[in-house]
């Protein structure tokens, strides 16, 4: 067992292979697994142990695992550009479309060529500034600072974190991370005396973490990749005026249409949860003129006919593992069945509040 899988993780996973293996993720697809679903990643490489950030990570030997499970389960491997069709013509088949967020540059060099190996097609969201490396990525940074030193101050969290293992430098990431986006806008900027303080530069590691020009118009002109648009400087879109965020929505795909010379219909919403992206957010990307926008609403395509295009759901969160069994009941609807029942349970167990009743 190494520092990152504790017993608390290992029981997870027993669960979770347990559940998978006695096939009651088969059950719940039949509830909540629909007709598909679009699996979410990041960053893709194979050094995954070595990073605090696991949920952005995944290994390509895990993408070489699922992609080999999911045609052998019959299971279609499609590209967004498929996605409305497939919504549409009722075909019983069931599909997954795999996309990844943000535009690192380890998409191109150890993502792909799993993808080539199984000839199935892959959808990558680029953010602008990850591209032209002016995005400062204070996840990046984070990571650099909790991996590199055993004592950290966030001055503006007014926490000091005090690490000697894996697993508290884990804690530390993941509590600030879940701190900044609470308000990402003036809390990242507010890390910057932090990051000066302890030599962080986060230019510089988004230079190193994002696709070049070069490998972006190679990605757009491969015939199993579809580009898609990710905003201007991935920020939390609900909070910026109207305006503003229309900006970063159609810039952004007038940036990537230019440098790939080619449309860009597929948008994706930075962070994509119930709080940052809602109906404002899908009417401007419906008037910048995407044909789909995808969330982090953790559930499968449900309901072809009445599915919003604007706001297409997303599974695949990542643990300090990965299994297949994972996979599976993210994919069959397993979780988000879980999910249903837990807030139904929750809801009963409210004490009765008369102004409800009103």
């Known amino acids: ?78 590209s967004m550009d498929a996605v409305p069709l497939r919504l549409k013509d009722g075909n019983r088949r069931r599909f997954v479309a795999i996309t990844f967020d943000d535009g690192y540059g380890d998409n191109f060099v150890h993502a792909l060529p799993v993808f080539e190996k199984h000839g199935a097609p892959l959808t990558i969201y680029v953010t602008t500034a990850m591209l032209t490396g002016s995005f400062h990525c204070w996840w990046l940074g984070l990571e650099h600072l909790f991996l590199r030193h055993s004592i950290v101050e966030i001055a503006p969290m007014q926490r000091t974190w005090r690490l000697q293992s894996l697993r508290s430098r884990s804690r530390a990431y993941r509590e600030t991370c879940n701190w900044i986006i609470a308000d990402v806008r003036s809390r990242s900027a507010a890390l910057a005396p932090t990051f000066a303080r302890y030599g962080v530069d986060l230019a510089e590691l988004t230079r190193k973490a994002g696709l070049n020009h070069d490998q972006l118009r190679a990605l757009a002109h491969h015939p199993l990749v579809t580009i ?30 230019a440098a790939i010379d080619t449309a860009v219909n597929h948008f994706a919403y930075p962070f994509g949860t119930a709080g940052t992206c809602g109906q404002r957010e899908a009417a401007l990307a419906r ?43 993210q994919i069959d609807g397993t979780l988000a069945t879980f999910r249903r029942l837990k807030a139904r349970a929750s809801l009963r167990r409210r004490p009765y509040d008369p102004a409800e009743a009103i």
């Open 1 to 78: 067992m190494n520092g990152w899988e504790r017993p608390v993780y290992w029981a997870e996973r027993c669960a979770i292979e347990l559940l998978y293996r006695t096939g009651i993720s088969h059950v719940t697809s039949h509830w909540d697994g629909g007709c598909g679903a679009i699996y979410l990643f990041h960053s893709a490489t194979p050094e995954r142990y070595l990073h605090i950030d696991r949920d952005i990570r995944t290994s390509p030997q895990f993408l070489d695992r699922l992609l080999l499970h999911l045609r052998a389960s019959g299971i279609d491997v499609i």
């Open 228 to 257: 898609g648009g990710h905003t201007t400087n991935h920020p939390d879109l609900s909070q910026l005026p109207h305006s503003e965020a229309y900006g970063e929505i159609v810039e952004n795909k007038r940036f990537l249409e």
């Open 287 to 329: 008037r910048a003129g995407y044909h789909t926008a995808t969330t982090t609403f953790h559930q499968c395509l449900t309901n072809p006919l009445s599915q919003d295009l604007m706001l297409l759901p997303r599974v695949g969160i990542n643990r300090p593992y990965e299994c297949i069994g994972l996979a599976r009941l």
